[in-house]
């Protein structure tokens, strides 16, 4: 399907398992973000990527990690999952860093 | 720091009127301000943006203002309607230097019918 995917649509894990969290977009839009939305702080950025093998920390980085060996994939990783990275995570994409960013459905993690 | 604020988190308007969600910020090197909204279990979808050299930008039914001086944005929706209820994100970029996308805190509208 055309569109920015995300998978699992929901995941509980236990306290220092380690979780990734896919994202996939049909655009070749060269900028891709992970959010997470939290009551009380809204969409807070995770990381983001301006391009393949180019990545960069956002505000709440600590205890993640991404990778973008191809344009179209932007795999979010929980090392070592916490109970505080319980969230809902937000995958987006845009064309070249403009303005509007594309969301998709995200992903409602449980961590145990 | 929150460099992107909404004070009110949520907001009730009767369907028909005018619904004005606000949205502060504090860092004038902003480019652009967006608002996205947002459904139960849905990712946020644009909705209208404004660049910081304008002061007003209309799509329909929703305008954007924009007060450089006071750094203070908002989104007018007329006239409401039930299916405007959702929450709204404002957002604020700047590419210059270091790339910054921060969005505020969301407000919840609800539009009675």
């Known amino acids: 399907d055309a569109g920015i995917t995300q998978s699992p649509r929901y995941k509980i894990t236990e306290t220092g398992r380690q979780v990734t969290l896919m994202c996939h977009q049909t655009?070749?839009?060269?900028?891709m973000f992970w959010y997470r939305q939290d009551l009380g702080h809204g969409l807070r950025l995770i990381y983001y990527s301006a391009a393949a093998d180019i990545t960069d920390k956002g505000e709440v980085s600590d205890g993640y990690v991404v990778s973008r060996s191809k344009t179209e994939n932007f795999p979010l990783t929980l090392e070592s999952a916490t109970r505080s990275q319980t969230s809902v995570y937000f995958c987006?994409?845009?064309?070249?860093?403009?303005?509007?960013?594309?969301f998709g459905p995200g992903t409602r993690l449980l961590v145990l | 720091d929150q460099q992107v604020k909404q004070n009110s988190p949520s907001l009730s308007v009767q369907e028909g009127r005018i619904s004005i969600l606000n949205c502060d910020y504090t860092n004038s090197m902003f480019d652009y301000f967006l608002w996205y909204k947002k459904y139960p279990a849905e990712g946020p979808t644009f909705l209208i943006s404004?660049?910081?050299?304008?002061d007003k930008n209309e799509d329909g039914r929703f305008t954007v203002f924009l007060n450089k001086s006071a750094k203070h944005l908002s989104l007018h929706i007329v006239p409401s309607q039930p299916g405007d209820s959702a929450v709204y994100f404002c957002a604020a970029l700047y590419t210059s230097g270091t790339y910054k996308y921060i969005f505020g805190t969301g407000t919840r509208l609800k539009v009675l019918a």
């Open positions: 655009w070749s839009h060269s900028y």
């Open positions: 987006a994409s845009s064309w070249q860093g403009g303005e509007t960013q594309y």
């Open positions: 404004i660049s910081s050299i304008k």
